[in-house]
Structures are given as structure tokens and as C-alpha cells.
């Protein structure tokens, strides 16, 4: 593949210690990698030139938490909920009712259109989630399906108890753990489970992480969305690399989130779409917690793709500088998803940048709504 040079960068945002915020930047792209990242002045010779005419670069987005294998709609639950009906987790069975009915090629196309719109945002990896079948079939199908897409894929069987499951809950998670946990792992990196009001408590999460890991599936937790819980502290507990909502916390839950050095995600779009309290990013990063942000892409709480929209959510409303919700949206991602070959411009990852209509990161906060992005690359290869 030919070298390119990308000139004329007026701020390379490199999410990185070793080049910081490095003025008038020149990266190199070389069989999908970064090969050299410098100033301007000093970039070596390439094969092909591009000039970003003082654009600023940072790295792809990284999105460690969607749910985008689905059928159907969900609009007028969120017509509803904006009247005042509050959210609970049975909303999840409308979804699950329309996607055992929708064939593969309709899942597929529902994938590819999300996709799409994830990457024009300048999201470049990204995790998906089974979640809507809640069979053994549709949970294997799902993920099958999410693996066409993403080598982040995540077993989330637990997702709420079947319907047909609905009076005998343990016998449920018999099912998660044995049946359909042997034809999922295949196809998962991760396996999921939402300990909340309406879904599992804490001994069900425990159990399920636990055969998960047998597996050999890293572990993840839908976390204290709905109100305080167990689940902060079963993800520690169990290791898992998040707890993804952290609305509700405690102080223990800050304590033991920065002493298992496990990721907090929060995902804001949910808090905006359901009208409920945001996370305290501010009480997370002071503690020394590592936070991610993340779009929870779903039918239901959370339909948006665009990263940028959840990063000015996260410093309007979340106690977040400009720099750390980008940050938490890139290398928090790719810590999320225990990655380091993406979520920062240095030499050796995978060539996954932004280019932005603007002097600064800052302004995707700054100018919220507005589509800065200008170029995409993805392993090298310019997708927008």
C-alpha cells in the first residue's frame, strides 16, 4: 500500500503523553498504521500528500456500548416518556417481540445502516450487543449477525428475563449460563449482563459473569442505571473491564471503581432520552476512576449514533471539560474495550482519524448539533 502524508494539520489532538496537543502536525499512514507522527516541517517523504488546510485531527471514536442488532420502533414509548411516563426495563420486551420476528436480512440491513452512521460520525470501532432475543436462536443469530461488523461483540442473554421466563427467573439463567451461553461464546469477546431494578440482582450477575469467564469471555456490566445496586460492585468484584450507566453510586462505588481501576462508561444519550438524572463524570475523574463515554446506541433510551452529541451532553450536564469528554470518548473507549491499538494518533496503532471543520476538539462541544466532521480514516483507508 502507498505511504500517505497527512499535512497542514493546525492541532493534532493525540490523546497521548509523548506529542500532547502538537501544533502545525504531519502524520504518516503506512499499511494501516500510524508510521510517524511529527510537525510539519520535519515529515519525511511520502507517496501520496493530503492537506487538511489547518483542519485539527484526532483520533477515530471509539464507542464501547451499543445495542444495534434490533427490529422495530420504539418512537411512541419515547413520545410517551416525554409526557411523564417514566422508563422501566420492560420497555426491552417490545423490542424483543419484533426482532424474533424479523428475518436475518432485515437485522443485517439494520446493522449496516447504524454502522454507516456511526462511522460518517467518526465513530471507527465499536461494540455490539445481542440482547434482543433472549433465545438460544436469536441470541446465537444476533451475534452472528454483530461479528459481520466488529470483532467486539457481546453476549448480553441477560439482558431482562425472557417472557416465556417471566415465573421461573432462575430457571432463565440456568439457560444464559449453560444452553445458550455454549452457542454464543463462538461469536463474543464479551459477555454482559444488566444487574438493575427489573432485570438481575447481584447473585444472578456473579453467576452469569462467572460461566461467562469459563468461556473465556471478558466480562461487562449494565450498572446502576435505574436506581443504587449491587452492580458497580459486582463488576469490580468480578473484574470485568466496566460498569456502564454509573447514574446511582455511592461512595463505595467511586472507592471500589478506582481500586479495581475498572471503567466507568456513561452514556448520556440515555439520560437525555429518558429525562433522568446524569452521572457525576466530575466525581468519577476526581477520584481517579477511568471513564469512557460511550452512545448506547438503542430503540429504546438511547437512539443516537453520534458520538459528538454525547460528548456535549457530557460537558453540559455531566461536569466534564471540553478535553476530557473527547479523551473519554477515544482512549476511555478503547480502554473499555481493554484496546491499544486504537484511541490515540502515535506510532504503531491502527490509522483511525478524525478531521474536524475546526481549530479544536473543543468545538464539538462548543457547537453542538453541527456535523464538523470533514474526513474519516479508518486502518488507513479514508471512508469519508
Known amino acids: 500500500m502507498p505511504t500517505v502524508l497527512l499535512t497542514g494539520i493546525g492541532l493534532l489532538a493525540s490523546q497521548t503523553a509523548e506529542y500532547g496537543d502538537l501544533l502545525d502536525a504531519a502524520v504518516i499512514i503506512e499499511d494501516g498504521r500510524i508510521a510517524w507522527v511529527g510537525t510539519g516541517g520535519s515529515a519525511p517523504d511520502a507517496d501520496e500528500h493530503v492537506d487538511l488546510a489547518g483542519r485539527c485531527v484526532l483520533p477515530g471514536f471509539v464507542d464501547s456500548h451499543a445495542h444495534l442488532v434490533f427490529a422495530g420502533d420504539r418512537s411512541a414509548e419515547f413520545s410517551a416518556r416525554m409526557t411523564g411516563e417514566p422508563y422501566t426495563a420492560g420497555g426491552i420486551q417490545t423490542t424483543v417481540a419484533a426482532t424474533r420476528a424479523a428475518g436475518d436480512e432485515a437485522l443485517t440491513a439494520r446493522v449496516a445502516g447504524l454502522t454507516a452512521e456511526m462511522q460518517a460520525s467518526g465513530i471507527t470501532t465499536y461494540e455490539i450487543k445481542s440482547g434482543y432475543g433472549l433465545t438460544v436462536r436469536d441470541e446465537a443469530r444476533s451475534l452472528q449477525i454483530a461479528t459481520q461488523f466488529t470483532s467486539e461483540a457481546t453476549f448480553l442473554g441477560a439482558h431482562v428475563v425472557a417472557p416465556e421466563y417471566a415465573d421461573d427467573p432462575a430457571g432463565y439463567v440456568d439457560l444464559v449460563c449453560g444452553e445458550m451461553l455454549a452457542a454464543c461464546a463462538p461469536h463474543a469477546r464479551w459477555i454482559d449482563v444488566f444487574c438493575d431494578q427489573g432485570a438481575f440482582d447481584g447473585d444472578a450477575a456473579r453467576a452469569i459473569l462467572v460461566a461467562g469467564a469459563r468461556a473465556g469471555l471478558g466480562g461487562r456490566v449494565h450498572a446502576n442505571q435505574l436506581r443504587p445496586g449491587p452492580g458497580v460492585q459486582v463488576a469490580c468484584e468480578m473484574g ?145
Open 240 to 384: 470485568a473491564a466496566s460498569a456502564d450507566h454509573c447514574t446511582h453510586l455511592s461512595t463505595a462505588d467511586v472507592d471500589a471503581l478506582a481500586a479495581a481501576n475498572t471503567v466507568a462508561t456513561l452514556l448520556p444519550g440515555a439520560e437525555f432520552s429518558t429525562r433522568s438524572a446524569y452521572p457525576d463524570a466530575r466525581r468519577l475523574l476526581d477520584a481517579g476512576v477511568p471513564v469512557a463515554l460511550a452512545t448506547d446506541c438503542n430503540p429504546g433510551t438511547s437512539y443516537t449514533t453520534s458520538m459528538a452529541f454525547c460528548i456535549a451532553l457530557a460537558v453540559r450536564e455531566m461536569g466534564m471539560t471540553p478535553t476530557e469528554a473527547v479523551r473519554s470518548a477515544t482512549v476511555g473507549g478503547a480502554t473499555a474495550l481493554q484496546r491499544t491499538d486504537i484511541g490515540q494518533i502515535t506510532p504503531g496503532v491502527r490509522a483511525d482519524l478524525i478531521a474536524l471543520d475546526a481549530p479544536s476538539p473543543v468545538h464539538l462541544a462548543y457547537r453542538p448539533g453541527v456535523d464538523l466532521i470533514a474526513a474519516v480514516w479508518k486502518d488507513g483507508l479514508r471512508i469519508r
